[in-house]
Structures are given as structure tokens and as C-alpha cells.
């Protein structure tokens, strides 16, 4: 983090089948070692076979699914004289949509067995569901904000 001035968030260009930047930015966090031309042979692949199965538009299925992960509510460590409080806080709508997709890549990339795109798929039905790894998570964090709601007012 920079001391002096803010960070310009970078626009990203849209995704080429959907003209989604939102996609877009999923294909670029699935993407490992550059490989953008595999991540979206995978995304795209997977994003059918979850679309199909849900008997869903693509688009609106993936939109779905990532806004049933994305938290509300988040803790962070505030110390306050010597103590260590975690002090619950909402998370920005740009935040929420980042972990929800870091949550859902790494939860498919944890599952056995399977090529990329069926464990992709899987976790993208899950999540649309509201099942699922990504939904347990975003609940666990809202417990997390829930139990420390007592020190709410160590919030800056």
C-alpha cells in the first residue's frame, strides 16, 4: 500500500463471448502462469456444463452463483492497547465479488479426481445452489462478524 496516494484501479477489458468484465476478472484469477488462453477453455467450458445442468442462461447463471458467495460482513484485527479485537465490518460490493470468486476457484482447484472444468462446474452449481464450500465460508465469516458484533465500535 502506497503512503502517499491511492491506487488507480485498473479497468479490465471485457471478456470476448460474453463481454462481461465481471468474467473477465474470474478468467483472470483462474488463469496460473500467464495461460489466459487455457483459463478460458476452462471457464467457458465449465460455465456450460453448470448452465446446462441448471437449465440456465450462462451469464445470468454465473452472476447468480457468485452473488449467493459474497459476503456481507467480514472481521479484521484491530489492536486497541495491547489487545487484539476482531471488529466486524461490511465488506465493499468489489471486495465481496473478489473473495466470492477467489473462494470459488480455490475450492474447485480442491477438489480430487476430476479435469478442471467438471471441478469448476461443480462448485459454480453449488454456489448457485447455495450449497456448497463457498457457501459454508461466506456463512462461517458472517458467524465470525456475528460473534464479534460486541466490538463494533473499534471500527475506524
Not at 452463483?65 to 492497547?81: T, Y
Request: proline fraction near 4%; include cysteine.
Amino acid at each position: 500500500m502506497p503512503r502517499k496516494k491511492y491506487v488507480k484501479r485498473r479497468d479490465v477489458s471485457p471478456d470476448p463471448k460474453y463481454q462481461s468484465e465481471e468474467v473477465q476478472k474470474f478468467i483472470n484469477c483462474l488463469m496460473r502462469k500467464g495461460k489466459k488462453s487455457l483459463a478460458q477453455t476452462i471457464f467457458y467450458e465449465a460455465i456450460e456444463i453448470a448452465s446446462k445442468r441448471a437449465k440456465e442462461e450462462p451469464l445470468a447463471f454465473f452472476k447468480r452463483a457468485i452473488e449467493n458467495v459474497r459476503p456481507l460482513l467480514e472481521v479484521k484485527a484491530r489492536r486497541v492497547g495491547g489487545a487484539t479485537y476482531q471488529v466486524p465490518r461490511e465488506v465493499r460490493m468489489q471486495r465481496g465479488t473478489s473473495l466470492a470468486m477467489r473462494w470459488i476457484i480455490n475450492f474447485a482447484r480442491g477438489r480430487k479426481g476430476l479435469p478442471m472444468e467438471e471441478k469448476l462446474a461443480a462448485e459454480l452449481l453449488d454456489a448457485f445452489k447455495g450449497e456448497g464450500n463457498g457457501i459454508r465460508k461466506k456463512e462461517e465469516t458472517h458467524r465470525m462478524a456475528e460473534a464479534n458484533r460486541a466490538f463494533a465500535h473499534y471500527r475506524w
